[in-house]
């Protein structure tokens, strides 16, 4: 039981309860990306299911095969959260040992999705769904495929590869940012339904990401839970949890892990060991965003041309707001990379460059991160140059479009490209 998470004490507490008795039927994971809790939330609800006493992780039992391969009915994944990494990830574990539990690892990892889109939840918005079913087919014939065995490394490779080309592009375009009323309604009339086995489990991943109204709806299931499921909640920002949900949970906290755990977990989970060849030791999450079609240092420089392609067609507006903003800008560019050929392209051009270093955007958490990073740089601004009133406000209502853009795409699912020249224009009429 638990033996797939690695150097978390707050699983100790969990077995000990679940043996006790004394587990509550609703919980709460906090701690940081990366730390876990989904992995424990999952195995928890695997324990709870399990026709052995103490359900071991390699039990063979119906019930364990079926959540070990995230297929049983009684299983419940609601919430948004960065899935290409860890698939990316996944992937590149199972083409290195097709046949070894990276295997396993990698269907687990697109399975995550995928019950994002369980008809349970979309019960009403049959419409959005609909326009989703072409991918989420196509990614269950291709699991189903791979699940037969491929003899041919080269057929597997394909299939893989059309696999993580349908499963981004089903995050991109069926994964809102934040929890919507509707889901978390399906998810509590689903929570009251009698279980197929023992006992059900329902986790709500990042559930400070959610719109006031589910708030409300989710206090009414945590205030009368059902007798026969589990509510797992999970969240790295506890804070960002209203207190009335707080107060009906009892909480398990995942620490940051040390950096030989991290190691461990890289070794172990996804097989690889040669992440430390050059000596280097990278955190799991690290880890996981280098197999982002984009390295991150190509995303940081990227979000610093962006910036200074900004910047420079700012130095030739005929008029500023203030011209000392202008003056500190001009020197700011110093820090940035200079955007060659781009001194007279127009906005569509600059950010047909950014498209491009950044591979369209093809994987979400590219874009979250490109946003990031122009976070960081208006943070650098502001930590290197005298805060008068003027550059404060500027910088504050760029942070602000920077978030609406990242809104605007996560959970509006608006065109990157789009949402990108509504942040220039914005960005550059502020100056």
């Known amino acids: 039981?638990?033996?797939?998470?690695?150097?978390?004490?707050?699983v100790q507490q969990l077995m000990a309860d679940l043996r006790g008795g004394v587990l509550p039927p609703s919980?709460?994971?906090?701690?940081?990306?990366?730390?876990?809790?989904?992995?424990?939330?999952?195995e928890l609800g695997r324990a709870l299911s399990c026709l052995t006493p103490e359900a071991p992780w390699n039990c063979t039992?119906?019930?364990?095969?079926?959540?070990?391969?995230?297929?049983?009915?009684?299983?419940?994944?609601?919430?948004?959260?960065?899935?290409?990494?860890?698939?990316?990830a996944a992937s590149a574990a199972y083409i290195r040992e097709p046949e070894s539990a990276a295997k396993l690892l990698f269907f687990r990892s697109v399975r995550k999705l995928l019950n994002r889109f369980n008809p349970q939840l979309w019960e009403g918005e049959e419409a959005r769904l609909g326009k989703l079913a072409p991918l989420i087919t196509t990614c269950n014939e291709i699991l189903e495929e791979l699940s037969i065995g491929q003899d041919d490394g080269t057929d597997r490779e394909k299939l893989t590869a059309n696999l993580l080309?349908?499963?981004?592009?089903?995050?991109?375009?069926?994964i809102s940012d934040t929890i919507p009323?509707?889901?978390?309604?399906?998810?509590?009339?689903?929570?009251?339904?009698?279980?197929?086995?023992?006992?059900?489990?329902?986790?709500?991943?990042?559930?400070?990401?959610?719109?006031?109204?589910?708030?409300?709806?989710?206090l009414k299931i945590l205030e009368e839970p059902p007798e026969t499921t589990q509510i797992v909640l999970s969240t790295a920002k506890k804070s960002a949890l209203l207190p009335t949900i707080r107060s009906r949970l009892r909480p398990y906290t995942f620490e940051p892990r040390d950096q030989r755990t991290e190691q461990e977990v890289i070794r172990r989970v996804f097989r690889d060991s040669r992440a430390f060849d050059d000596g280097s030791s990278p955190s799991l999450q690290k880890y996981l965003e280098s197999f982002l079609p984009v390295p991150p240092e190509q995303i940081t420089r990227t979000a610093g041309l962006f910036l200074a392609s900004l910047i420079q067609k700012a130095q030739r507006m005929p008029s500023v707001h203030s011209e000392q903003n202008r003056l500190i800008l001009q020197s700011f560019t110093q820090a940035l990379p200079e955007p060659e050929g781009l001194q007279n392209a127009t906005v569509r051009t600059i950010l047909?460059?950014?498209?491009?270093?950044?591979?369209n955007f093809s994987m979400p958490l590219v874009f979250t991160d490109f946003l990031m990073q122009?976070?960081?740089?208006?943070?650098?601004?502001?930590?290197?140059?005298?805060?008068?009133?003027?550059?404060?406000?500027?910088?504050?209502?760029?942070?602000?479009?920077?978030?609406?853009?990242?809104?605007?795409?996560?959970?509006?699912n608006q065109n990157p490209l789009s949402s990108l020249e509504r942040l220039f224009i914005s960005m550059l009429e502020a100056i």
């Open 181 to 218: 009323i509707f889901q978390i309604r399906r998810a509590a009339y689903w929570a009251r339904l009698a279980p197929s086995g023992k006992r059900k489990l329902l986790v709500i991943e990042n559930a400070d990401r959610m719109q006031d109204s589910a708030r409300n709806a989710l």
């Open 374 to 412: 122009l976070l960081e740089l208006c943070t650098s601004l502001l930590q290197n140059y005298q805060k008068g009133p003027e550059l404060i406000t500027l910088v504050t209502y760029w942070k602000d479009q920077i978030k609406e853009a990242d809104s605007a795409v996560s959970t509006f």
């Open 1 to 10: 039981m638990f033996e797939n998470v690695l150097g978390q004490p707050a």
């Open 61 to 88: 039992c119906s019930e364990c095969i079926k959540h070990r391969q995230l297929l049983h009915p009684d299983l419940l994944l609601v919430g948004s959260r960065d899935f290409s990494a860890e698939i990316a």
């Open 352 to 359: 047909t460059m950014v498209m491009k270093e950044l591979d």
């Open 165 to 174: 080309k349908n499963v981004f592009q089903l995050e991109r375009e069926g």
């Open 27 to 42: 919980i709460l994971f906090e701690g940081p990306p990366a730390s876990g809790k989904g992995t424990a939330a999952l």
